[in-house]
C-alpha cells in the first residue's frame, strides 16, 4: 500500500468514499484552499488582485474564478488588458487540483518570467 501511496495513487479509503457519494472539500476549504494556492504559488500581490474569488460548482468539482480585470482599471478597455484571471478546479471528493489557468488577454513575459514593458 506504502509503494501505491508514493507512485501517485489514492488509497482504496478514498476509492471506496467516492463510490458512496462522500465529498469531502466543503466551499469555504476550497475558497481557502485556492487562495493558498494563488499566494505560494504568484505570490501576495497576485492574490489581492485575484481578490475577491468566485466559487460556483458543477456535480463534483468547485469552480473558483478569480477578478484581476475588474480589479485592474475598468476605464482601460478589456482588449487592451494584458492581465487574465485565474481559474482554479478542485475536486469535491478528495481536493485534487484539477485546472490551474489564466483566462483572458495573457500578460507577455520575457524568459525570467517578468512582465514585458
Not at 501511496?5 to 485556492?34: E, I, N, P
Not at 487574465?84 to 507577455?108: C, M, R, Y
Request: hydrophobic share 40%; glycine share 8%; aromatic share 6%.
Amino acid at each position: 500500500m506504502a509503494e501505491e501511496l508514493k507512485r501517485g495513487g489514492a488509497h482504496a479509503s478514498m476509492y471506496l468514499s467516492r463510490l458512496a457519494g462522500q465529498r469531502y472539500v466543503t466551499r469555504d476549504t476550497a475558497l481557502a484552499f485556492a487562495g493558498m494556492i494563488i499566494r505560494d504559488n504568484f505570490g501576495d500581490e497576485e492574490l489581492k488582485l485575484q481578490s475577491p474569488l468566485d466559487i460556483t460548482w458543477d456535480n463534483d468539482n468547485w469552480i473558483i474564478k478569480g477578478c484581476k480585470r475588474k480589479n485592474i482599471n475598468a476605464s482601460i478597455p478589456s482588449s487592451k488588458l494584458l492581465e487574465s484571471d485565474v481559474s482554479i478546479v478542485i475536486s469535491k471528493f478528495d481536493g485534487q487540483i484539477l485546472q490551474i489557468t489564466f483566462e483572458g488577454v495573457p500578460t507577455p513575459v520575457d524568459q525570467h518570467g517578468r512582465p514585458l514593458e
